[in-house]
């Protein structure tokens, strides 16, 4: 098998905690995770990373931050917090001594601390549901079980992946090179950047210097050699076609507009139309970008168009 290591998912996310009732033997209560629970989580996370100083949710090693007589040593801070049909999810910033403990295998599961039982919602019968996530925890006895494992064990000669902003080659030549492979996204669309990168072939320093998308659209990196380098699958060929069709149609929105305008001004010459696309742009802003045009245009006929 050669040298394993631990790989941590290629998307970035983890599983925090499942759906699911979950008894606490310490606080004598049932916890109560579902959908409407995590969604409460997520958006008071949400709330507070308004705030510039908020550092994130911190993950310490075996609740150690709730001893006083322990060290709170970070292994991570959670930088976001979704809210899933099987639970609760956050991208995890790792500190080097969490980074180290994940993939050497002495952790693979979290296990969440939620404000004690008088400051969640009372469903009566000794059942209570969370609406705050206090910190996590890496461990691997954790209360609540039935949570992904953090990391999987995997030939490390043949992998690439995601860990925080940085792409990490775990074995091998820094020049091998790597296809974007389009995932099964939760919302079933993919954002822009992932349709951009899709069936590009780059080296890992390459696709570590572009970083992860801003999305979750579960894509992943699957390593090519000479012969299929240069090999596109369909779906590929089909992102493609859909960026490159969006970006001939927000040209020629921009011709026709730039026309209309120098009619409008007796042939002087106007302010070209700012590019707003970014090359790594998201669809949603390349979708806004044409809505917009669209809008501009239709106000500047109603302007030319004598009242009746």
Known sequence: MGDNIFVLAADGWAHITPCGEFPHAGAGVVQVIDRTACDAMAAEFDA????????????????????????????????????????????????????????????????????????????????????????????????????????????????????????????????????????????????????????????????????????????????VDEATANRWSDLARAASLTVRRTKAAQRKAQERRERSQRSDDGGQKTAAWPDVVSRGGAETQRVETARSAVLRELAERRKRTPPK
Not at 98 to 103: I, M
Not at 135 to 162: D, M
Not at 199 to 208: R, S
Request: one cysteine or more; charged letters at 25%.
């Open 48 to 223: 507070r990373k308004s705030d510039a100083n908020f550092p994130g949710v911190l993950v310490d090693f075996d609740h150690f931050s709730l001893d006083t007589g322990q060290s709170s040593e970070a292994a991570g801070w959670i930088t976001e917090l979704e809210s899933r049909d099987t639970g609760l999810w956050a991208r995890v910033r790792w500190s080097d001594a969490g980074l180290a403990a994940v993939q050497g295998g002495r952790f693979r599961l979290m296990s969440p601390v939620f404000p004690p039982p008088s400051l969640c919602e009372d469903l009566s019968g000794g059942r209570i549901r969370p609406r705050a996530l206090v910190s996590v925890a890496l461990t691997n006895e954790p209360n609540i079980k039935g949570g992904r494992p953090l990391a999987n064990r995997q030939e490390a000669s043949s992998l690439v992946h995601y860990c925080g902003s940085a792409l990490v080659e775990n074995r091998g030549d820094g020049a091998k090179k790597y296809r974007w492979v389009l995932g099964n996204p939760p919302s079933g669309e993919h954002c822009g950047e992932c349709l951009a990168r899709a069936g590009k072939v780059k080296t890992a320093e390459e696709w570590a210097a572009m970083g992860p998308p801003p999305c979750n659209c579960h894509c992943s990196l699957e390593p």
